[in-house]
């Protein structure tokens, strides 16, 4: 029993390390001189279709003949997002000078090697390179459309700038074209020219970045535009709230002191009506509960995850977004467990244990069963972005030994302490029929129409966002994703209180499921959004790219939907049990 104990915790030690080892630099990227500088050699793809990528050499290019480096362990995050590092075979040395040196030749271009180089030119492939962890692109060759001859690169120059013992700049040009055609050899060569820079080591990301782009006028007037919008919303609606409130409770008020007899008499309507109801369980509270459970933690998630990409500058290693999400996931899964088990046990419910399982598995099989159905489309098309064995069994570890026993310890602690039932009224007994109301006041309806709104304050943000991934872009200004965001939950608040409003003084109290959808119905319109972006936006083609956008688009938009679901629900919570918490009840 106790070397099962041990096996299991040495392995989900592994499991952690291959995971997160990508939060710290693979090397410390300090040099003495004449030290060895590892050229990596990563994807190769169509321009068109960025996660259509594939490993470097399967292109027939030669490798390099020196020998003896270090085999490169993969992080877990770099396996999901498709990093294949292979070393060139370039001897290249710290300050070390090297002239233009014949590395590899392609002894004879083949059938099948001349038709590979001249598809992959036509689709405008090229490469993608590492150097101490800046990354480097190129094109492979050209097309001449006069003569219709394919050209391939056989020459790369390296132009590497240094300040003191560290890299701060590297450039790659590939040069010298030659004419492919059957049967002939191909030399390939480089050279390496060191130089000194003023650029300081902390800021040698910055020529990466694209500050025309994200910091463009137009960016600043979407952030603007969406703030004034929140302003105007917050306003109205608690202008038109509070005075229609508080002729509610005035005509609540002037009922109360009628008899019996005046009362029935009366025109009775509006939201007091429902008061033995509007507190009722919602219909399947079990996936109602996971659902906010889920949001909550995703929610924070998220908080946290904008929170070191601002402090930490992810975006200068490989894959530390993606290693550092995964990891405030799978730490933060008590409060999954607490706010999903807390609400079930208020609802009543009795299977908790099914209801912590579904809520622990809920978001991870999603994400999973999409990863994994992709992965057998990427492995008939031998892309990079297939998905190794062993990276599942890890996927799998985490949720097995760290994220349901961590969402086990919120649930326990929610039931116990904030699992106690204490609406402001009382159930009743028989639920009250549900009178006929006009279309537009059906709850599928509101739902629908509640995220407009919210999708209307962060559309413009989300092209940023998805050009950044989508296309050859890298996203750095978290600070303005981070207030688009609360933008978002403002809003959401905002628009599902009106909604329950309208839902209840129209005498329907099943406004937990709508408030949680009207919220959710703004993923809706950022999917139509994708399909708008990949259409207008994208020049991408093929099978495999177009199911992997919308695969993910789907995933995240089922995300970004559970999120905005979640704050309707808990802003319009909290609105309903202060206006039912005022008013008198018999």
Same mark, same amino acid.
């Given at each position: ?16 390390? $291959? ?30 279709? @960025? $996660?259509?990528?594939?490993? +470097? ?46 590395? &590899? ?16 030119? @036509?689709?405008?492939?090229?490469? $993608? ?31 590497? /700038? ?103 008499? /009366? ?6 009506? %429902? ?6 369980? !919602? ?15 995703? =929610?924070?998630?998220?908080? &946290? ?19 550092? =999400? ?7 899964? !008590? ?5 999903? #088990?807390?609400?079930?046990? @208020?609802?009543? /419910? ?18 999973? #069963?999409? =990863? ?8 008939? +098309?031998? %892309? ?50 549900? !009178?006929?109301? *006009? ?14 709104? !919210? ?38 608040? &905002? ?29 809706? +319109? %950022? ?11 994208? *020049? ?10 919308? #695969?993910?688009? #789907? ?7 559970? %999120? ?9 919570? =909290?609105?309903?049990?202060?206006? +039912? ?6």
């Amino acid at each position: 029993m106790a070397a099962t104990q041990r096996a299991t915790a040495f392995f989900l030690l592994i499991v952690f390390m $291959q995971c997160f080892t990508t939060l710290a630099d693979e090397h410390s990227h300090t040099y003495d001189d004449s030290e060895e500088v590892v050229l990596w050699m990563n994807t190769i793809g169509p321009y068109a279709n @960025r $996660q259509e990528t594939y490993n +470097y050499f399967s292109l027939h290019f030669c490798q390099g003949k020196k020998e003896g480096i270090n085999h490169y362990h993969e992080s877990m995050a770099e396996d999901l997002q498709g990093i294949e590092l292979e070393f060139s075979g370039l001897d290249i040395h710290y300050k070390r000078t090297q002239s233009k040196l014949q590395y &590899c030749t392609i002894d004879n271009l083949d059938k099948d090697k001349l038709d590979s180089f001249k598809y992959a030119i @036509r689709n405008n492939y090229w490469f $993608q390179a590492y150097l101490d962890d800046l990354p480097l692109w190129g094109t492979i060759g050209e097309y001449d459309e006069s003569t219709k001859s394919f050209y391939l690169f056989t020459h790369r120059r390296l132009d590497i /700038g240094y300040a003191g013992n560290r890299i701060v700049d590297v450039n790659m040009t590939n040069e010298n074209k030659v004419k492919l055609e059957p049967g002939i050899a191909v030399p390939f060569t480089y050279e390496v020219n060191w130089k000194p820079s003023a650029v300081k080591y902390h800021d040698r990301f910055d020529k990466y970045l694209d500050p025309s782009f994200f910091q463009h006028r137009i960016h600043w007037f979407s952030i603007f535009n969406s703030f004034m919008m929140v302003i105007f919303l917050v306003g109205l609606v608690s202008m038109i709230l509070m005075r229609t409130l508080r002729k509610d409770y005035a005509r609540y008020s002037k009922e109360e002191d009628m008899d019996d007899l005046e009362r029935d008499l /009366g025109d009775e309507y509006g939201w007091k009506q %429902v008061h033995g109801d509007v507190f009722r369980a !919602p219909s399947r509270p079990t996936l109602f509960s996971a659902l906010i459970g889920c949001g909550y933690q995703l =929610a924070v998630v998220t908080v &946290c995850t904008i929170a070191l990409a601002i402090f930490g500058d992810l975006y200068t290693e490989r894959s530390s977004l993606l290693a550092a =999400a995964i990891f405030v996931y799978a730490a933060t899964s !008590p409060v999954n467990g607490y706010f999903g #088990g807390s609400l079930y046990a @208020r609802l009543g /419910g009795k299977r908790w244990i099914r209801q912590m399982l579904i809520s622990s598995f809920f978001f991870p099989s999603l994400v999973c #069963g999409m =990863a994994f159905f992709l992965n057998f489309i990427a492995m008939y +098309y031998h %892309v990079a972005r297939a998905i190794p064995f062993l990276t599942m069994l890890a996927v799998a570890a985490i949720c097995l030994f760290i994220i349901l026993p961590l969402n086990l310890v919120g649930t326990i602690l929610g039931r116990n302490l904030a699992g106690q039932a204490d609406a402001p009224c009382r159930v009743n007994a028989v639920p009250r029929p549900i !009178p006929e109301k *006009k279309w537009y006041m059906e709850p599928y309806v509101i739902a629908l129409l509640g995220g407009i709104l !919210p999708f209307g304050s962060i559309f413009i943000e989300m092209y940023f966002i998805f050009t950044s991934f989508w296309a050859y872009k890298i996203y750095y200004v978290y600070g303005f994703m981070l207030l688009v965001y609360v933008i978002l939950a403002v809003v959401t608040i &905002c628009v599902t209180i009106v909604c329950a409003y309208f839902l209840l003084n129209a005498e329907d109290y099943r406004w937990q499921w709508t408030s949680f959808l009207a919220g959710a119905s703004t993923a809706f +319109y %950022v999917f139509l959004y994708s399909y708008y972006y990949f259409v207008f936006k994208t *020049k991408m083609y093929g099978l495999f790219q177009t199911v992997f956008y919308f #695969g993910y688009m #789907g995933v995240l938009s089922m995300g970004l939907g559970i %999120v905005c679901g979640t704050f309707g629900y808990a802003g319009t919570n =909290a609105f309903v049990r202060k206006i +039912y918490s005022t008013v008198k009840i018999d």
